[in-house]
């Protein structure tokens, strides 16, 4: 695809449950970035890898919020035993290049996640 | 104090005015800036970037940076109904890894009505 897709698209969950989002950046792009997004915010950082490698997961609220990517390509970001303050909307986005001023972000649609 | 603030608006202009759209960030040391535009039920789409003080114009859009009041704007020329949308101003606060470890504003959005 040309794009970064992301899956499922929308997430319901029942409170205490696991939930496994997915995202699949553009093809070739080596850094990846995960951001979570209120209503009426912007996104707020969670994570960032440079292929297989998780350099940055400063923004991870708390440890039941983890993510991979094993190859270097599609990431999945894991939030366990989920609670209603996690709802929000979860984005992907990549990026060409891991040096340099500019790089610019390309973002996914989003799994919008709800839990009751 | 949030590290980037923007007024939340909505900013209303008249079809064929400029708009302006302000940022400040708290992180003198940050060195790059991004506007971001995103339409209601939509992901955020990058417009502009800009790291050196100054204006940086492109089409009917214009950056402007002031590091030393810590303050970016962005500035959209005879503006459209399609310019619609909130508006993400993004910080680098990444140092020394090389990658973007962007801190966004809860944006502004802008209504431009005809």
């Known amino acids: 695809g040309a794009g970064v897709s992301q899956s499922p698209r929308y997430k319901v969950t029942k409170r205490g449950q696991d939930v496994a989002l997915r995202c699949d950046p553009i093809?070739?792009?080596?850094?990846l970035y995960w951001y979570r997004q209120a209503l009426g915010q912007g996104p707020e950082f969670l994570t960032y890898?440079?292929?297989?490698?998780?350099?940055?997961k400063s923004g991870l609220p708390n440890d039941r919020f983890s993510a991979e990517r094993p190859e270097g390509s599609i990431s999945t970001l894991t939030i366990q035993r989920t609670e209603q303050r996690d709802s929000a909307m979860y984005r992907c986005?990549?990026?060409?290049?891991?040096?340099?001023?500019?790089?610019?972000?390309?973002f996914g649609p989003g799994t919008r996640l709800t839990v009751l | 104090q949030k590290e980037v603030e923007q007024n939340s608006g909505p900013l209303s202009v008249p079809e064929g005015a400029i708009a302006s759209l302000n940022c400040t960030y708290s992180?003198?040391?940050?060195?790059?800036f991004f506007w971001y535009r995103q339409y209601s039920g939509k992901s955020p789409e990058l417009i502009m970037f800009i790291y050196s003080n100054g204006d940086k114009e492109d089409g009917r859009f214009t950056a402007q940076l002031n590091k030393a009041s810590q303050y970016v704007s962005l500035l959209i020329r005879d503006s459209q109904p399609s310019d619609s949308a909130t508006y993400l101003c993004?910080?680098?606060?990444?140092?020394?890894?090389?990658?973007?470890?962007?801190?966004f504003g809860a944006g502004t959005r802008l209504a431009v009505h005809p």
């Open positions: 093809s070739g792009h080596v850094s």
């Open positions: 992180d003198r040391g940050s060195q790059s």
């Open positions: 986005a990549s990026s060409a290049l891991t040096s340099g001023n500019y790089n610019e972000q390309f």
């Open positions: 890898f440079n292929y297989e490698a998780q350099q940055d």
């Open positions: 993004a910080v680098n606060m990444e140092r020394s890894g090389g990658y973007n470890k962007l801190i």
